[in-house]
C-alpha cells in the first residue's frame, strides 16, 4: 500500500497538502489552549473569595475559641463567632463554585475550538487521502495483474482527452488500436493511466 505518489510532483502536493492539515490542526489547538487559559483568569476573583473565606472562617474560629475561655459567659461569646465562621465557610464555597463553573465553560470552549476546525480538516484531508491510497493500490494490482494493461488502457482512453493529445495515433484512432490488441498502444495507454495517478509504468 502508498503513502504518497510515486511520481515527484504529485508526491510533493500530497506532502504539502498532509503539512497544512496538520498545521491546521495544532494552530486549533494552540488556539483552543490559549482560549481556555484566557477564560481562567476569570476564575481569579474565585480564587480570592476562596481564601479570604477560609481565612476569615479560621480567624472567627480561632476567636470563638479564645472567647470560649471565658469564665461564665464562654459558650454565649463562642455562639456569635461560630455563626460568622460558618458564613466565612459559605462565601468560600461559593467561591469555589465560581472556580468549578469557569473551569467548565473553559473545558467546553477549548474542546468546541479543537474538535470543530479539526473535524472540518479531516472531513475535507482525509477522504481525499485515502481515496487517493485505495485508488493507486487498485492501478497498481491492475499493472502487475494479466491483463491489468488493457483495462488501464481503457482507463486511460475514458479520462481527460488532453492527456492523449501527445500519443501518435494509428490508422482508426486509438480506441480502434486498443481494440485489436496493439500492445505498443496499450503499453502507452496503460503508462498514460499510472502517470496520471501518479504512479510509475
Known amino acids: 500500500m502508498l503513502l504518497y505518489a510515486q511520481t515527484p510532483a504529485r508526491r510533493n502536493r500530497q506532502i ?8 491546521l490542526i495544532a494552530a486549533a489547538v494552540r488556539f483552543a489552549l490559549a482560549v481556555h ?8 476573583p474565585g480564587r480570592k473569595v476562596e481564601n479570604s473565606g477560609d481565612s476569615l472562617a479560621a480567624a472567627l474560629d480561632d476567636a470563638g475559641e479564645t472567647a470560649s475561655r471565658v469564665p461564665l459567659v464562654g459558650d454565649l461569646l463562642k455562639t456569635p463567632f461560630r455563626s460568622a465562621a460558618d458564613a466565612g465557610s459559605g462565601l468560600a464555597d ?20 479543537i474538535v470543530v476546525p ?3 480538516v479531516l472531513l ?19 499493472r ?21 493529445a501527445g500519443v501518435p495515433a494509428p490508422a482508426g484512432g486509438l480506441a480502434d488500436a486498443w481494440r485489436r490488441g496493439d500492445q505498443q498502444v496499450i503499453s502507452t495507454l496503460s503508462e498514460i493511466a499510472l502517470r496520471r495517478a501518479g504512479l510509475r509504468p
Open 16 to 23: 504539502l497538502a498532509d503539512l497544512i492539515a496538520l498545521l
Open 37 to 44: 487559559d484566557a477564560i481562567m483568569m476569570l476564575a481569579e
Open 94 to 113: 461559593a467561591g469555589q463554585s465560581l472556580q468549578d463553573i469557569v473551569g467548565q465553560v473553559a473545558f467546553l470552549a477549548a474542546l468546541g475550538l
Open 118 to 120: 479539526v473535524a472540518v
Open 124 to 142: 475535507i484531508w482525509l477522504p481525499l487521502r485515502l481515496r487517493w491510497i485505495r485508488r493507486s493500490a487498485t492501478l497498481l494490482r491492475l
Open 144 to 164: 502487475d495483474a494479466p491483463g491489468g494493461a488493457d483495462l488501464l488502457a481503457l482507463r486511460a482512453l475514458t479520462g481527460p482527452p488532453g492527456e492523449l
